[in-house]
């Protein structure tokens, strides 16, 4: 039974190309086949092969069976910034259906487990009348909520979670990431996302040394999403 997901975050940075490998890792590692989606990465680097981003590769080095580059990343824009920005300065065209059916190239590979990150957080513009929401609109994709655990993150998940619904879409869990090691109250923040979000907590990860995918998959609990 092949399950997608589109996994967004509370803000930029807080670890959603983190989890995702994390939870690829977790349903390898239970024999399932996985496939990673970047479909728009804003931020890449130059290459013999082409512009590379890392949250891509990343993704594609978690996917299994393999999956070319080009699939897991059909929109490659170089500049970091934001994505439509990023687009109209490379004079690239960037539609909600485009990435949709750039997408239906790797859906239709059958992975157990496929799992398309955004960039930023819900609401990010791909031009001037499209969010990259849009994208999971159009699948009706289930959405993993990445909340990157520090001050001010109670309300970027409750706002999230809001949209989320507004937008019609089940939220198919969550996972609290400690990017913050000096994150104050930490316990009490967690009680309260567990308290507030209906949905499935998905792990909680601590601050690690180094957040591969292997170590983040043993915080990861991948079986509400397969
Ligand atoms: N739990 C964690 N422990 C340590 N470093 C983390 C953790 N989660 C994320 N990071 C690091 O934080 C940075 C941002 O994470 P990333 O997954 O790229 O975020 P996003 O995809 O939301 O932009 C990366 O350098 C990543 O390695
Ligand atoms: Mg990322």
Redesign the pocket.
């Known amino acids: 039974m092949s399950k997608r997901y589109f996994v967004t975050?509370t803000?930029?940075?807080?670890?959603?190309?983190?989890?995702?490998?994390g939870l690829l890792c977790a349903a390898r590692q239970r024999g399932l086949t996985t496939a990673g989606v970047k479909p728009v990465a804003a931020g890449c680097e130059r290459t013999p092969d082409g512009l590379r981003n890392?949250?891509a590769l990343?993704l594609q080095g978690q996917s299994y069976p393999p999956l070319a580059y080009d699939l897991v990343n059909p929109v490659t824009l170089e500049a970091a910034i934001a994505p439509h920005i990023a687009a109209r300065e490379e004079q690239v065209t960037l539609t909600a259906k485009g990435l949709a059916g750039a997408c239906e190239a790797v859906f239709a590979r059958g992975a157990d487990l496929t799992l398309v990150?955004g960039a930023g957080g819900w609401c990010v513009p791909l031009n001037e009348t499209e969010l990259l929401s849009d994208l999971a609109i159009a699948h009706k994709l289930p959405v993993v909520l990445?909340v990157?655990m520090r001050l001010g993150c109670i309300n970027h998940a409750l706002l999230s979670c809001r949209a989320i619904a507004a937008d019609g879409l089940q939220l198919a869990g969550w996972v609290a990431?400690?990017?913050d090691p000096d994150m104050s109250r930490p316990e009490e923040n967690l009680a309260t996302l567990r308290h507030l979000i209906d949905a499935p907590c998905l792990g909680v990860?601590?601050?690690?040394?180094?957040?591969d995918a292997e170590e983040?998959a043993g915080f990861l609990d991948v079986s509400p999403l397969v």
């Open positions: 975050g803000d930029t940075e807080i670890g959603k190309t983190t989890i995702a490998a890392e949250d990343a990150e990445v990157g990431n400690y990017v990860v601590p601050r690690l040394a180094c957040a983040v």
